[in-house]
């Protein structure tokens, strides 16, 4: 994953843990960062050992967060591109890298998330792999790019559902969960069809008013 960190100079607040789970790595997220601001490439490169499922469940944990969901939104159709046509790792490019966020904002997104992750630690497993494999990685990243339109909706909660299914398959690809992906290409369905459905009911809603 190309962020902005240089692999050679990690700190030990960075250095990867071996079997760490990823509610665990959310809860040291504050002091691994250890500046009031940082950047989606330095919360990228915490998540790096995740490849792919780790920068989908970033974005989608920015596309929950008011000012920078509809950013995170189109951010995602890179990697979702990527994945489609069978890079073996993420490269974001310098503009999303240096997106300025507040640490503070970030690490309090995540500490909300924290008890449900631990709650879906509990029972992901390597199982199904199959959906694991190179071409249903290609889906996933299809349906990735597909939720990330949906998140950049400016409509009130569209980006509630496709966050979730984002973070289903996001957790479903590191941690080998084929289970957790099928879920999670279900729930992306679901979703993508609401925002479709809340994008035609706006447009009518607005031919409606009267100029």
Do not use: C, H
């Not at 950013?71 to 994945?83: N, R």
């Not at 993420?90 to 966020?101: A, D, G, M, Q």
């Not at 099928?182 to 994008?199: K, S």
Request: overall charge positive; proline content about 9%; charged content about 15%.
């Amino acid at each position: 994953m190309t962020t902005d960190q240089a692999p050679g100079a990690t700190p030990p607040e960075l250095a990867p843990r071996p079997d760490e789970r990823t509610s665990d790595l959310l809860g040291r997220l504050g002091p691994a960062i250890g500046k009031p601001e940082t950047t989606i490439g330095q919360v990228a490169y915490l998540l790096r050992r995740r490849s792919f499922g780790g920068l989908l469940f970033l974005l989608a944990i920015l596309g929950l967060m008011p000012g920078i969901s509809s950013f995170a939104g189109l951010a995602m159709l890179i990697p979702a591109y990527q994945m489609a046509l069978g890079f073996r790792s993420p490269v974001l490019p310098r503009f999303i890298r240096r997106r300025r966020l507040r640490t503070e904002t970030v690490v309090a997104a995540a500490q909300r998330l924290r008890p449900a992750l631990r709650w879906i630690e509990r029972y992901v497993r390597p199982r199904w792999l199959f959906l694991t494999t190179a071409p249903a990685i290609a889906l996933i990243g299809v349906t990735a790019g597909l939720l990330g339109l949906v998140v950049a909706l400016p409509l009130p909660f569209s980006n509630l559902p496709p966050a979730v299914a984002l973070f289903a398959l996001a957790i479903g690809l590191f941690e080998k969960d084929g289970v957790l992906i099928a879920a999670g290409l279900v729930v992306a369905m679901l979703a993508i069809a609401l925002g479709i459905a809340m994008l035609v009911l706006a447009i009518l809603a607005a031919q409606a008013i009267p100029l």
